[in-house]
């Protein structure tokens, strides 16, 4: 009897996972698809030597923190879009629509700034570690020639999530998918002409990969776009979005104390994982080639989970919404015992191709053996991430971003960094030793995830102000 209560609360039935996977398949394939893409990229500049590799890795790392500030600011609005579109409430989807713009042009603004006025300086920090042969001088200018070409697409990348975000949060997840695949095509193939020169194309290098990269956001973006606005019958929220762009005081008030939290732990959370590899780095410059290798290509198989947290956040943000709160907790329990045990799957097929990926590179023999050992310890955690990944979005689901924000960075920066930072400075652990330790300190955050996952404190409408008899009832 037992055993199947627990089946039935953790596994759900063949309905059930078509409506999960019809939300996370097309998520799926086009984080798949751009992540194999940037796999293929990070190969074909990983074969023009190990300075250009390191190059750019360490702009994408710090390129890593714009990006979570604009999935940050945005998801605190999405939640809201999410439960709106749940309510058939196309008011407050062009309201939250509206709210999105303003915040994703701050944002970009303010990182083209930033790294206008201080790139060279925070790529230097992640060059001062020990001299295993590399040439830092060497790195930093690859580093600042794939910058200055790589920021004219942040405009197209806010505006592509501002669309796809909201497309997904309203149940639309084919066309953001079908868009990120002409990207990662056009990205790929003018990689292969940019980077080498072929045909009649120059041979750019890392000029070359990011041209190729702005290029591809802007494809991207213009597919979403337009056919966001020539289906209106599909997005009727779009309707008039752009006849004026204010938004309500009331709303902005209400959407800024939701949403902040978020905002403020992806730039915290972001820039704490920038911490951390600058902490890796001390180590040497083959342990930032040799992270970029694992990080790469543990991406292209950690979306299937990551897709389960997305899928996770937008049907239970329609459940609460719809005010049906505890199908929204069966939904959640059993998305996240799916999540895990996809994760674990994961994991094994990691462990099992460590060696492979790096032989791929045209790098040093010790950069490929770090690269390994950081995907055998990357898979061996890997459970645990799913958990977490799914933990993270069932709390932000209800709109407790306050939570999410201790759950998420501020852990990272009062545990994780002060660890990482005293062992990569005060002992002489191998990196991977280092990597694990910190690893490890997430089970903290493994056992309060599952604390008020099981609490129920998420449980929550959050478009309708009045706390309901059910509100009460599954909290």
């Not at 930032?288 to 897709?307: L, P, W, Y």
């Not at 910190?438 to 009045?466: S, T």
Request: charged share 15%; net charge positive; proline share 3%.
């Amino acid at each position: 009897m037992r055993i199947s209560g627990l089946k039935n609360k953790f596994i759900g039935d063949r309905q059930f996972y078509k409506k999960a996977l019809a939300i996370a398949v097309p998520i799926m394939v086009q984080t798949g698809i751009t992540n194999f893409v940037s796999l293929l990229d990070n190969i074909m500049v990983g074969r023009t030597g190990t300075e250009q590799m390191s190059g750019v890795a360490i702009v994408n790392q710090l390129l890593f923190v714009f990006y979570l500030c604009i999935f940050g600011g945005l998801a605190g609005a999405g939640i809201f879009t999410a439960q709106y579109f749940g309510a058939k409430d196309n008011d407050g989807v062009r309201t939250t629509f509206r709210y999105k713009l303003w915040l994703g042009g701050i944002i970009t603004g303010a990182a083209v700034i930033v790294f206008v006025l201080f790139g060279d300086r925070l790529v230097q920090m992640y060059l001062n570690g020990s001299n295993d042969g590399g040439d830092p001088a060497a790195a930093l200018k690859y580093a600042m020639d794939y910058m200055k070409i790589i920021l004219l697409g942040l405009p197209a990348f806010a505006a592509v999530q501002i669309y796809s975000n909201t497309l997904r949060e309203c149940g639309e997840t084919v066309i953001p998918m079908r868009a990120g695949i002409a990207a990662v095509a056009v990205n790929l193939v003018f990689n292969y002409l940019l980077i080498y020169g072929h045909l009649f194309f120059p041979a750019m290098g890392v000029r070359g990969a990011a041209t190729a990269t702005v290029m591809s956001r802007f494809c991207e973006m213009a597919i979403v776009v337009i056919w966001a606005h020539t289906h209106r019958e599909k997005c009727p929220y779009l309707t008039g979005v752009y006849k004026k762009l204010t938004v309500p005081f009331d709303l902005i008030k209400k959407f800024t104390i939701t949403g902040s939290p978020l905002l403020i732990n992806e730039a915290l959370w972001s820039a704490g994982m920038a911490m951390l590899t600058q902490c890796y780095s001390l180590r040497g410059l083959n342990v930032v080639a040799g992270q970029n290798i694992s990080s790469t290509v543990s991406n292209v198989f950690n979306v299937v989970f990551f897709a389960l947290g997305d899928a996770l956040a937008i049907i239970a943000g329609h459940s609460l919404g719809a005010g049906k709160l505890k199908q929204a907790k069966d939904e959640v329990y059993k998305i996240i015992a799916f999540s895990v045990f996809t994760a674990t799957c994961v994991g094994i097929v990691i462990f099992s191709t460590s060696s492979l990926f790096p032989m791929i590179y045209n790098t040093n023999p010790e950069a490929k053996k770090i690269a390994a050992h950081f995907l055998m310890a990357q898979a061996v955690f890997t459970p645990q991430i799913g958990l977490l990944h799914t933990s993270y979005f069932t709390i932000r689901s209800g709109g407790k971003t306050f939570v999410t924000f201790l759950f998420d960075s501020v852990f990272m920066w009062v545990v994780s960094v002060p660890l990482a930072f005293v062992l990569s400075r005060f002992t002489g652990l191998y990196v991977i030793w280092i990597f694990a330790a910190v690893q490890m300190a997430d089970w903290i955050k493994c056992a309060i995830g599952i604390i008020l996952v099981k609490k129920g404190i998420w449980i929550k409408n959050i478009v309708k102000e009045e706390d309901t008899d059910e509100n009460r009832a599954c909290t």
